[in-house]
């Protein structure tokens, strides 16, 4: 449990990091004159750096675990946080931003893996206490940049240079207990075939079926989510006219929700089965979704803390469902679907600025409204055997972990 909690600790301060860029997006806006494409834009390039690299290095250290790497990463976000502090143009801001996306690429791959290793038989528990730790982190960046960085300017982004500094010790920790955590992993796997309690291998079907649906899961939820992150502010300040410290303070308590959220939703999938768990989040808030641009500021605070506190529910269900389908390629899945949350979201960022430039902004909570219908394609993911996990799926070829 102290990995994991260390674990947490350090995606907190990665994700801290990396929420101060939407946080600071009303003073990059003011300081360069930008629009919402050029906002969307920002969002996309951050993104798409994070999401590219993921994937490439979960199957590199799938094959050859490399438990510094995080390390690595960090120093990425250190220099392009600094960056970005800096930057005195459009183009400036987009490499500092690659950089943090760069340093994100890095990370999430081993330290999914060190948090499924670590995590025993409670797999719901420990994706959730890793996650939690990367939604508590997102949500504390609108509070610092009400705090700090609005009051201070855009350089004082360099004083959180210290986060990177103290996350780049801790995972120099965990690191170091590699060796030992998946020594212990391997027993527990030796143990259970040992008994006859295996993973039976999954249909080749079976998983690109179960891919694509999770896939197109994932991002229905984050091109939601990042309707929030990237233009909720600027809607708060449109619509009922708030000031910027407290249209943040407003998404610091959305956010706060998505950790709550992630948290509940691990604890609950361990209990009442992943499926379930996926079922709730991706219908459950559509009634709150149709409602939300049609009520006051007051239902609007509250609605927008419902629906993210079911939405963020499901994250960690997918994700132990995606490594229940490829139990071993842990890496690879782990960047995978953390590079998923980059890139993804990235891309519907970029097409909902441009629905904002076009419309204005309340026309995109108008149309992502219906986003949570495309949950219906939960229906096609392999249904979970008594112990949980998706069925292997009859009479085709098993698909190699």
Not at 79 to 92: I, K, N, T
Request: glycine share 12%; hydrophobic share 55%.
């Amino acid at each position: 449990m102290v990995v994991l909690a260390v674990l947490g600790l350090t995606h907190l301060l990665n994700d801290l990091m990396q929420s101060l860029i939407p946080a600071t997006y009303p003073i990059l806006k003011e300081a360069y004159a930008l629009d919402f494409v050029q906002i969307g834009m920002i969002t996309m390039t951050f993104q798409i750096a994070g999401a590219l690299l993921q994937p490439l290095i979960g199957m590199v250290t799938d094959r050859r675990p490399a438990p510094y790497s995080p390390v690595v990463g960090m120093m990425f976000t250190l220099s392009g946080l600094v960056s970005l502090a800096f930057a005195e143009s459009y183009l400036g801001i987009l490499v500092s931003v690659t950089l943090i996306g760069i340093g994100s690429s890095i990370f999430h791959p081993e330290a999914t893996r060190m948090a499924r290793y670590a995590a025993g038989k409670r797999q719901g528990l420990a994706q959730g206490i890793f996650q939690v730790g990367g939604q508590a982190g997102g949500a504390l960046g609108p509070v610092f940049a009400a705090l700090i960085i609005v009051p201070w300017g855009q350089p004082s982004l360099a004083w959180f240079a210290v986060c990177a500094l103290v996350a780049m010790l801790l995972l120099a920790w965990i690191g170091s207990k590699q060796r030992q955590i998946s020594a212990e992993f391997m027993a527990r796997r030796a143990a259970a075939r040992a008994t006859g309690v295996q993973p039976v291998p999954h249909a080749r079907m079976t998983i690109v079926i179960g891919l694509f649906v999770l896939t197109a899961l994932m991002f229905t939820k984050n091109a939601y989510s990042e309707s929030f992150r990237s233009f909720y502010i600027f809607y708060l300040m449109e619509r009922f006219g708030l000031s910027i410290p407290s249209a943040q303070m407003m998404l610091f308590v959305f956010l706060v929700a998505a950790a709550v959220g992630v948290l509940i939703g691990g604890i609950v999938g361990d209990r009442i089965g992943r499926h379930r768990i996926i079922w709730i989040s991706v219908l459950g808030p559509l009634p709150l979704t149709l409602l939300l641009p049609h009520v006051d500021l007051f239902w609007t605070g509250v609605l927008t803390i419902l629906i993210n506190l079911i939405m963020a529910s499901a994250f960690a269900s997918i994700l132990i469902f995606a490594m229940d389908l490829l139990p071993n390629r842990i890496g690879m899945i782990g960047g995978l679907f953390y590079g998923l949350n980059f890139g993804l979201g990235g891309i519907a960022a970029a097409l909902l600025g441009g629905l904002a430039d076009r419309y204005g902004v309340e026309a995109v909570y108008q149309v992502c409204a219906f986003l949570p219908l495309a949950g219906l394609l939960a229906w096609f993911l392999p249904k979970p055997t008594e112990d949980g996990a998706p069925e292997s799926g009859a009479g085709a070829k098993p698909a190699g972990g």
